[in-house]
């Protein structure tokens, strides 16, 4: 069949190297795409939020099955564009309406969703615009750490941890009244903070079955240790060693059930990927956010540790015939580093020469922010690239991705040191 990506970032990178190993897989196209989903397929320059053109594509290539990548897409309705359009309807489709996206699109759409539905959360309030006053008042009354939510789609950076009241009410401030991150911040979650480790679960659904992907743990603040401002995600690993059979297996029971079984109950239609944020609190599973897709950079570990053939089981989805579907899942770790522009998640320059890809052995390298131009891979955004190593053990994955992050380069580039370091403690301490 022939088949369309939506999207540009290493998620997508890693998307088309799976797909492209399809025996399903004919003809593949990735728009807009970037340096290296350029090597497993055909780029093609369309936004990702230009349906009419991506229809019209759709069209005159006979694109048989879609794949929607990132977010805005879903959230600005494309799969309602396909389905409400005659000539469209008939493509299969990854990826929810706009009303399944709203579990992304929304951070208080989906709090609620949360709780009408018994899945376990931490709790929050709303503020609205005109409730800047009320908010700062109630931020008195808060335990810290506090945690502010953007209600809309941020990147990835619009929630803020406020270690004092008086950060939180600056954060508050810039949100809600200087609007920080525009519309998105219109609305603010206040949320309780949750002690515990975090990590990412990945379901596909076809609204009624679902089949459970490898788990991930990513690694959102720009510097080691944790430190600095939040990121779309400078790394992650997969499997982790707290996700224990016990833990998924609530996991199972308390939270993917009951998001199924809920989008079912609200009669709202779902045919793509649910990714659930997670917190492990003392052995339970609380949920701190759903997105609409798969995760980046989690996708780029993910992929590699997924044996079956990936289409076949996008292809029962979108039909819903995923009931007894298996996934086969490799026992090997992955570990994947994100190389970033210099300045990122702030200002950082593009268009720098990236040395050091012609060496094919070795870790995956995913591409982000890359773009081709004249024989030569420039930087593009502010992650770049996403290097996967694999291996028997955390340790052996871990040296592989960065023996191949040493031999790539570029001006200004950076990467945390530190990846896969606190789970590799973890395992010393059970041991000991």
Not at 4 to 9: H, R, T
Request: aromatic share 8%.
């Amino acid at each position: 069949m022939n088949i369309l990506i939506i999207g540009s970032g290493g998620r997508e990178h890693a998307l088309a190297w799976k797909i492209r190993q399809s025996t399903h897989c004919r003809n593949l196209f990735i728009a807009p795409g970037n340096a290296g989903t350029g090597t497993v397929g055909t780029n093609v320059p369309l936004a990702v939020d230009d349906f009419v053109s991506l229809g019209n594509f759709c069209l005159e290539k006979k694109i048989d099955l879609v794949v929607v990548g990132p977010e805005v897409p879903l959230v600005k309705g494309i799969r309602d564009y396909f389905e409400q359009t005659d000539l469209l309807k008939s493509i299969l489709l990854v990826g929810p309406g706009r009303a399944g996206a709203q579990l992304e699109g929304s951070k208080d759409f989906s709090k609620q969703f949360m709780i009408r539905n018994g899945v376990p959360t931490a709790k929050a309030q709303t503020f609205y615009t005109h409730q800047s006053k009320e908010a700062l008042r109630y931020l008195d009354s808060c335990k810290t750490p506090i945690v502010l939510k953007a209600d809309g789609l941020a990147a990835g950076k619009g929630v803020i941890i406020a270690s004092t009241v008086i950060e939180a009410k600056t954060a508050m401030r810039e949100m809600l009244e200087e609007k920080k991150f525009g519309e998105a911040s219109s609305k603010v979650l206040v949320e309780e903070f949750l002690e515990g480790i975090e990590l990412s679960v990945f379901v596909l659904t076809d609204g009624k079955s679902y089949v459970i992907l490898p788990e991930a743990k990513d690694y959102k603040r720009i510097g080691d240790g944790d430190t600095g401002p939040n990121t779309g995600g400078m790394g992650a690993v997969s499997p982790v060693i707290f996700a224990t059979s016990s833990f998924m297996k609530k996991v199972e029971e308390q939270v993917i059930k009951p998001t199924i079984d809920g989008l079912k109950k609200e009669g709202i239609a779902y045919q793509g990927f649910i990714f659930i944020g997670l917190m492990n609190v003392q052995g339970e599973p609380f949920v701190i956010e759903y997105n609409a897709r798969m995760g980046d950079p989690e996708t780029e570990a993910v992929m590699t540790r997924i044996e079956s053939d990936l289409v076949e089981l996008l292809i029962a989805c979108t039909k819903g015939e995923l009931k007894d579907k298996q996934i086969e899942i490799s026992p090997a770790h992955a570990v994947t580093v994100v190389m970033a522009s210099g300045g990122y998640p702030d200002q950082f320059e593009k268009g720098h020469v990236i040395s050091g890809l012609e060496d094919q052995t070795g870790a995956y390298v995913f591409h982000a922010g890359t773009i081709q131009k004249h024989n030569q891979v420039l930087t593009q955004g502010g992650r770049v690239l996403a290097i996967t190593g694999t291996g028997n053990s955390l340790e052996s994955a871990a040296a592989q991705a960065y023996e191949k992050v040493k031999r790539i380069s570029w001006e200004g580039a950076y990467y945390r040191r530190d990846i896969s370091m606190d789970l590799a403690r973890m395992k010393s301490n059970l041991k000991a």
